[in-house]
Structure formats: structure tokens, C-alpha cells
């Protein structure tokens, strides 16, 4: 984007020495006569549309096919004297027309009332991407020029009509644009618009089990930038480990549980395309964890460090989108070089994101890893929540909206109704189920189409019994 804005604010500083002579040529006609007159800004036209400007501030410059710059009589004679300072005409790629439609919805050029619309008064709250309320941010009515700030509780309320835009911006947040389409509330994220805005990779901590004691030299090739190192990182960490897990580092001559290491990373947009994943409830978080990390290979002492670490930032979502990058995977954001080589690497990178809203995804298969011999483990995570709003991250993901929406939109056949039945944490079937004694089922759980949907995928959208017997270990 920073190029692209480069030419923009060049263009702009220059065309007010455009030559500006009358032009008999009428060119695009608007019926606002005064915006004609007023505008001493070139105008900005994206595949034949003219909108606003603003618009540039959204679009990615990787889906930007070209940008071209017409001036004086070439712009007059192409768009009116709506052009008389210029046009800049941008062709697009890589968007899809529905994307695009609803960009042209968002940044036109003229916003006027909709007088044919009933005034009616709607309220939201503003958060950040920790969910957080934001006091102070300013909500503007660009259809009326109305406008209102959040109180202390991120909360507001404004008069609109239905097809307003609302304008939200505060100083340090990228401004955001929401379409009103309906009476209810608005709930709305502003993502932080930071001078550095690379990923942290938060809290990675790396165990060390040999089978016997020994020295060890391990080498960090982070992607990225470290931040902080425990102990220091020096070119490598040279340490002496024994078998139950105790470090000691040679440099400080210190003892240490895990080497810790954090840094910031920055990724590209096809990183946040997510082909599998789960879409976790605040309340099945740590269930959720112990069942998932111990799946993939930690031990008990591991996985609760990490879920005492992540739980409370988690916690914060209403819902989180969660997928893991499991051992080669973790590749992408760092290698490890180990001598003596490990018989066995763990790694696993959690990625979430914060939701406001429920929604669906393939459910990620999780492999497991068994540990034999000098065994080496590493976790840690990411949370991008602050890099885009919801919104983008639902549609960046082709994701469904599941709050307000029926799964079921008309009546089935009662045969055709298939629940999921999930016995010991391990998906099952009726049959089995039917098969159960009474006497051996501890409890008997059910969730509706929507929040079995919100915890099994697709799977779960006819309804989920979760049933734990007494056999279940603890």
C-alpha cells in the first residue's frame, strides 16, 4: 500500500497546477452541480466506477492490474468536469464482483440522505481486537453528516436510515464502513493501524528430554525478528540437559525448566487462508486444549503451561478460530538445529482468532507423535486478531455468519435428522450409543444445531450428544 499512496499524494500535490479551462464537453453527469464545483481533487475511477478516494486505503496493492492518470481535457473529455483536476484510473484482479459491488457500496463518490427512508435511532458498541471497548472514536453518518462518539463503555447511539453509511475512526485505528441494512445492534471491531504491523510470536518454549545427560548445542533460525531470549541467545544456546528436563545453560550458569524465545514475523495475505481449523466456544477452551495438545504428543505438565499461558488471552473471544501448525510445519516461522539430533521433535504453533460471531470450518486432523528416545518439544502462538477486521477474516475465508442465520430453512423429514453422538471425547454413532448400559454412562450433554455446528463443523448441524461414561479416565 505504501507505493501505491506514494503516487496518490504525488498526484494530488501536483494536479491543483493542472491548467483548468472550460470545457463545453459534458462528459459524466451528476445532478449535484455544487460537487462539481467544490472538488479540486482528482477523481478516483476503479474499472469504470468513480468512488472515493478512501477506497485505495482497502485494496490490497497485490489485486491492483494497473494504474494509469489522465489530466486536464483527457479527463474532461472521458468523465465531465467532474475530472477537471484529474482522474487516476485503477484497474483491478484477483477480486471477485461481489467483493467489488460491495466495495462500490461502501466509497461512493456522492453520499446524499435517503429522504424515501423512515429515521429511526440504532446503537452498537465499538471493541478492539482483545475486545476490548474503545471510548472517544468517532461515528459519522455520511449519508446526513450526523455523528456521535463512543462512551466509555465503547458504547453509541445514532440517527440513520436504512442504506446510510457510517464512518467509524479514531486516531491509531484503521477507519472502518458498515452499510446499515437493518435495525439491530452494531457490534464493531477496529483493528489497530500500528507503525509495525508484523505478528508477534508470542511465549515459544522449548523442552529438552535426553536419554541420558548431555551436552547439546541448539541453533534458532527464526523468520522473523527476536525480541526476547530466556536465557540470552547468543548464536546458539549451549546447554546440558538431563533426562527429567532440567537445562543448564553453560553461558549464565544458571538451571532453567524450557528456553523461552519471542519475536515478530511478518506474514503474507495467503498465510491467512485457512483451508481447516476449529471454531472453539469461550466455555469448551480448556477441554478443548487438553484434549487437542495431548492428542498431538504433550505431556501433562507441557500442556498445562500452555493453556496457563494462552487461556487467559483466549478467554477474551466469545469464540476463537484455532488451527495448529504441527511439527514440519512450524518450519515456516522457524527451524531448529539440534546436536545431537533428537529422536523425536514436537513442535506446535497455535494461530487464533478472535470471533464475535460463530461460524463453520473443516475441522483440522491432527497427527501423533510418539516419543522414543531424546525427545525434543516446542510450543508457542500467535494471534492475529488486530491484523483484520472480522469481516475480512470471514471473507478472506469464504466463512458463513451462523448468529442470526437458521441452519435449517425449511422442515425435514424427522428420518433425515441425523445427529452427531460423540462418546469419551471420540466421535461415535448411534449404534454404538444404543449399545451402552445405562448403569455406564456418567452424563448425557446435548447442544442445538447451531452450537453443535459452532463445536463439530458441519457435522454438528443436526444437533450433537456428547455422552462421558464412567470408564472415562481423568
Not at 102 to 107: A, F, G, P, R
Not at 385 to 412: A, H, Q, V, W, Y
Request: net charge negative; proline share 4%; hydrophobic share 35%.
Amino acid at each position: 500500500m505504501k507505493v501505491i499512496n506514494l503516487y496518490i499524494l504525488l498526484f494530488i500535490s501536483v494536479n491543483l497546477a493542472f491548467t483548468q479551462e472550460e470545457n463545453p464537453k459534458t462528459g459524466w453527469k451528476i445532478s449535484d452541480r455544487a460537487i462539481i464545483r467544490n472538488n479540486q481533487e482528482a477523481i478516483f475511477v476503479i474499472n469504470g466506477n468513480i468512488v472515493h478516494k478512501e477506497i485505495m486505503e482497502v485494496i490490497n496493492p497485490k489485486n491492483i492490474a494497473s494504474l494509469n492518470i489522465l489530466k486536464n481535457e483527457n479527463a474532461i473529455n472521458t468523465y465531465g468536469e467532474i475530472a477537471k483536476s484529474g482522474a487516476l484510473i485503477v484497474t483491478t484482479k484477483n477480486i471477485s464482483e461481489k467483493e467489488l459491488n460491495n466495495l462500490y457500496e461502501l466509497y461512493p463518490f456522492i453520499t446524499k440522505e435517503n429522504l424515501q427512508e423512515k429515521a429511526y435511532t440504532i446503537s452498537g458498541a465499538i471493541y478492539d481486537c482483545e475486545k476490548l471497548e474503545i471510548p472517544g472514536a468517532t461515528i459519522l453518518n455520511l449519508n446526513t453528516n450526523k455523528s456521535t462518539t463512543s462512551d466509555f463503555f465503547g458504547k453509541f447511539t445514532l440517527e440513520v436510515r436504512k442504506g446510510d453509511i457510517l464512518k467509524i475512526e479514531l486516531n491509531g485505528y484503521k477507519s472502518e464502513r458498515i452499510k446499515i441494512d437493518s435495525k439491530n445492534d452494531l457490534v464493531i471491531q477496529l483493528s489497530e493501524n500500528p507503525n509495525n504491523p508484523k505478528i508477534m510470536v508470542a511465549k515459544p518454549v522449548i523442552y529438552l528430554y535426553p536419554t541420558e545427560k548431555t551436552e547439546i548445542d541448539l541453533q534458532l533460525n527464526f523468520k522473523g525478528k527476536l525480541l526476547t531470549t530466556f536465557p540470552k541467545y547468543d548464536k546458539n544456546w549451549d546447554v546440558i540437559a538431563e533426562p527429567n528436563g532440567q537445562i543448564f545453560d553453560k553461558k549464565t550458569n544458571r538451571y532453567y525448566s524450557s528456553l523461552f524465545w519471542d519475536g515478530t514475523i511478518d506474514f503474507s495475505d495467503e498465510h491467512y487462508k485457512y483451508d481447516d481449523g476449529f471454531i472453539v466456544p469461550k466455555e469448551k477452551l480448556a477441554e478443548f486444549l487438553i484434549e487437542k495438545l495431548e492428542h498431538i504428543g504433550l505431556n501433562n505438565q507441557e500442556t498445562n503451561d500452555f493453556i496457563q499461558y494462552w487461556l487467559p488471552i483466549l478467554e477474551r473471544n466469545k469464540y476463537n478460530f484455532i488451527h495448529f501448525l504441527v511439527n514440519e510445519e512450524c518450519d515456516e516461522i522457524a527451524t531448529l538445529n539440534v546436536n545431537p539430533k533428537p529422536e523425536t521433535t514436537i513442535r506446535i504453533y497455535m494461530e487464533f482468532y478472535g470471533l464475535e460471531n460463530r461460524t463453520i470450518i473443516k475441522e483440522q486432523q491432527l497427527s501423533k507423535t510418539e516419543r522414543k528416545g531424546f525427545t525434543l518439544v516446542e510450543w508457542g502462538g500467535a494471534d492475529f486478531s488486530g491484523e483484520m477486521s472480522e469481516e475480512d477474516f470471514f471473507k478472506i475465508n469464504d466463512l458463513p455468519k451462523l448468529d442470526g442465520i437458521t441452519l435449517i430453512c425449511k422442515r425435514r423429514d424427522i428420518n433425515d435428522i441425523k445427529p452427531l453422538y460423540v462418546i469419551d471425547n471420540k466421535i461415535s454413532s448411534k449404534r454404538v450409543f444404543d449399545r451402552l448400559n445405562p448403569s455406564e454412562i456418567k452424563k448425557i450433554e446435548t447442544f442445538s444445531g447451531k452450537d453443535g455446528a459452532a463445536l463439530y463443523g458441519s457435522d454438528g448441524v443436526d444437533g450433537v450428544f456428547i455422552i462421558t461414561t464412567k470408564k472415562t479416565k481423568k
